[in-house]
């Protein structure tokens, strides 16, 4: 059973569990899952996990902390368009968490994942949806950010009559820019080698967006 009340929960990714904060209604909480509750990785990832369970620095929410703060030293007041600002660690009765900006759609709701728009329904045509992508992808090779991990969970959706497609992505999870998957990360550290890593990233999110919206009517 959650350690959390049903109506507390907004979502749960692979490794963390995402709730309001109760005493902010501007915040959530990021709690780091238990192991059993954790979806299955390969041997690497895991080893990565039980590392990180020994070592608590190398947990998902001081990790994701530090990413954060990297990247909004390396692209000033433009990373608040794109990624969720994290506030720091909160001790509390469920234990330690990610205080993090809650994501808020243009009705006030939390905002939902690319993830739920394209496996539940959205209001928005694959069109809008890819050029949202190749936004944030044009941010990304702008400041030189070796975030690879654009999967749809990792992503809110906003309205933002701002943008000519009329939606924005906000990334919720910056934890991948420290926390890759590579023994040796040269793509993290040739600028080239980067730029190519994100382009064909932000492809894949990109044929996703379009394969999956493509068999959905409306
Ligand atoms: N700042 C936020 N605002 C709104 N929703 C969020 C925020 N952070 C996380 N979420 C929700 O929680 C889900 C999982 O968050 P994530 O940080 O990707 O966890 P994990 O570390 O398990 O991948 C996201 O898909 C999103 O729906
Ligand atoms: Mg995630």
């Not at 933002?160 to 998957?181: F, Q, W």
Request: positive net charge; aromatic residues 6%; charged residues 25%.
């Amino acid at each position: 059973m959650s350690r959390f009340p049903a109506d507390r929960i907004l979502a749960q990714g692979a490794n963390r569990i995402c709730v309001r904060d109760p005493d902010s209604d501007a915040h959530c909480l990021k709690y780091e899952l238990a192991p059993e509750s954790r979806t299955r990785v390969g041997l690497r990832q895991g080893l990565r996990r039980w590392i990180a369970r020994r070592v608590p620095a190398l947990g998902e929410n001081r990790t994701e902390l530090r990413a954060w703060h990297w990247l909004r030293a390396r692209t000033g007041h433009t990373i608040d368009r794109f990624v969720a600002s994290c506030d720091g660690l909160v001790g509390t009765p469920q234990g330690i968490a990610l205080r993090c900006i809650l994501v808020r759609d243009a009705a006030g709701a939390p905002a939902r994942s690319l993830h739920a728009h394209l496996f539940e329904s959205t209001p928005y045509r694959p069109d809008q949806l890819c050029a949202a992508v190749d936004a944030f992808e044009a941010w990304l090779l702008q400041h030189g950010i070796p975030l690879f991990d654009l999967n749809s969970g990792n992503f809110v959706v906003v309205d933002d009559p701002g943008e000519a497609c009329g939606v924005r992505l906000v990334c919720v999870d910056v934890k991948s820019i420290l926390d890759g998957r590579e023994i040796l990360p040269v793509s993290r550290w040739v600028p080239s080698l980067r730029a190519r890593k994100v382009q064909r990233r932000a492809e894949r999110l990109r044929i996703r967006i379009r394969e999956r919206l493509a068999s959905t009517p409306g």
